[in-house]
């Protein structure tokens, strides 16, 4: 199955996008038979459709790529690359722009969420059309996200019947691709983990062990007495699943239903299995030199260009604009 994904240069990358994606970016692209053909992207035309620091801007699409690379995806097995680099997503966006509505736009519960905090900006309506044409330029089968990008890749799949159906079968439907943490919740016991929340709410993959340590000592759980067992501690049992396996959870769970637990036990051994988990990441990450970022994108830009070009020479053929 050919597969895509991307990531925005928004800074921190935390235990949720690790989960929830890109640990399952390195399993895919690892598949045994070698039957998927995986392709990583750092999303830079997407993460400037809000404000930021643009002097930082170099360094933090550096660093994506670093965070990639060290969650397990080998440039040797996946591609690689910068979505400015390849203009033929702009431009394919463009031509998939005229047959999108404002309604299914309007829709996208990532827009209403991000306008309640940020100006209401074209690039900001429109960002879904561009990650559906990151998708449909190479044609992707499969797409391993989060469930917050759910919708964005149910509007891709609407995109594609609606292309096929006007101007002749070109792209396939892609499917979104789950892992069982499609949704890490905050260590605030409300929402989601989200970079844009206080640092104390998440575990950034470059947390130092005593930062991890502090702030899953003051993660929020119930009282480990009521009857309703709070969402915000079985968050924290499942993420202790994710590290140390469902049946040491499973005991912590167990002891919470007969109200036995002991949260000054429990939260340093998930700190610990944390920990654990994030030391190969950070030791790789640590490994990875800029210059080699920039190597990998300058190959993985070659590699895919022409691909790229070809779909948009089909589109616009089928599209009636080649004279
Ligand atoms: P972003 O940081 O928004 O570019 O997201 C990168 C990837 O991480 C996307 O596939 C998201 O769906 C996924 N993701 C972000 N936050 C979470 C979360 N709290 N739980 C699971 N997946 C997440
Ligand atoms: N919108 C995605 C996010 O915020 C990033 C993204 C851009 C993406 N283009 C994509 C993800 C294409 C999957 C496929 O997480």
Same mark, same amino acid.
């Given at each position: 199955?050919?597969?895509?994904?991307?990531?925005?240069?928004?800074?921190?990358?935390?235990?949720?996008?690790?989960?929830?994606?890109?640990?399952?970016?390195?399993?895919?692209?690892?598949?045994?038979?070698?039957?998927?053909?995986?392709?990583?992207?750092?999303?830079?035309?997407?993460?400037?459709?809000?404000?930021?620091?643009?002097?930082?801007?170099?360094?933090?699409?550096?660093?994506?790529? /670093?965070? +990639?690379?060290?969650?397990?995806? #080998?440039?040797?097995? &996946?591609?690689?690359?910068? %979505? =400015?680099? !390849?203009?033929?997503?702009?431009?394919?966006?463009?031509?998939?722009?005229?047959?999108?509505?404002?309604?299914?736009?309007?829709?996208?519960?990532?827009?209403?969420?991000?306008?309640?905090?940020?100006?209401?900006?074209?690039?900001?309506?429109?960002?879904?059309?561009?990650?559906?044409?990151?998708?449909?330029?190479?044609?992707?089968?499969?797409?391993?996200?989060?469930?917050?990008?759910?919708?964005?890749?149910?509007?891709?799949?609407?995109?594609?019947?609606?292309?096929?159906?006007?101007?002749?079968?070109?792209?396939?439907?892609?499917?979104?691709?789950?892992?069982?943490?499609?949704?890490?919740?905050?260590?605030?016991?409300?929402?989601?983990?989200?970079?844009?929340?206080?640092?104390?709410?998440?575990?950034?993959?470059?947390?130092?062990?005593?930062?991890?340590? /502090?702030? +899953?000592?003051?993660?929020?759980? #119930?009282?480990?007495? &009521?009857?309703?067992?709070? %969402? =915000?501690? !079985?968050?924290?049992?499942?993420?202790?699943?994710?590290?140390?396996?469902?049946?040491?959870?499973?005991?912590?769970?167990?002891?919470?239903?007969?109200?036995?637990?002991?949260?000054?036990?429990?939260?340093?051994?998930?700190?610990?299995?944390?920990?654990?988990?994030?030391?190969?990441?950070?030791?790789?990450?640590?490994?990875?030199?800029?210059?080699?970022?920039?190597?990998?994108?300058?190959?993985?830009?070659?590699?895919?260009?022409?691909?790229?070009?070809?779909?948009?020479?089909?589109?616009?053929?089928?599209?009636?604009?080649?004279?």
């Amino acid at each position: 199955m050919k597969i895509f994904s991307g990531i925005q240069p928004s800074g921190v990358v935390h235990l949720g996008n690790y989960l929830g994606a890109m640990k399952n970016w390195a399993n895919l692209q690892n598949s045994p038979a070698g039957e998927n053909e995986a392709i990583f992207c750092v999303v830079d035309y997407h993460a400037i459709t809000v404000d930021y620091p643009k002097d930082e801007m170099p360094q933090r699409i550096i660093n994506a790529a /670093k965070d +990639i690379l060290a969650s397990g995806v #080998d440039p040797n097995k &996946s591609t690689l690359f910068l %979505q =400015s680099d !390849i203009p033929e997503h702009t431009e394919l966006a463009w031509l998939l722009n005229t047959i999108t509505t404002m309604g299914e736009l309007s829709r996208m519960t990532q827009y209403k969420d991000k306008t309640a905090k940020h100006e209401e900006r074209a690039g900001l309506f429109d960002y879904p059309v561009l990650m559906a044409a990151d998708i449909m330029i190479y044609k992707a089968e499969g797409v391993p996200v989060g469930e917050d990008q759910v919708q964005h890749v149910e509007l891709t799949r609407d995109l594609v019947r609606r292309f096929n159906s006007k101007f002749g079968d070109t792209f396939p439907e892609p499917k979104p691709l789950l892992t069982e943490a499609k949704r890490v919740m905050s260590l605030s016991g409300s929402g989601k983990m989200s970079k844009s929340d206080s640092p104390s709410t998440y575990i950034a993959m470059t947390d130092e062990p005593d930062v991890i340590r /502090k702030k +899953i000592s003051s993660a929020v759980t #119930d009282d480990g007495q &009521s009857d309703d067992i709070s %969402q =915000s501690t !079985i968050n924290l049992i499942n993420l202790y699943g994710e590290f140390a396996g469902q049946g040491e959870a499973d005991k912590f769970m167990e002891q919470r239903k007969a109200k036995t637990i002991k949260y000054s036990e429990f939260k340093p051994a998930l700190a610990e299995a944390i920990i654990n988990e994030l030391e190969p990441f950070q030791k790789r990450r640590a490994g990875v030199t800029d210059e080699e970022v920039k190597k990998i994108f300058t190959d993985g830009a070659a590699k895919l260009r022409p691909i790229a070009q070809e779909t948009l020479k089909e589109v616009k053929e089928k599209m009636g604009l080649i004279i």
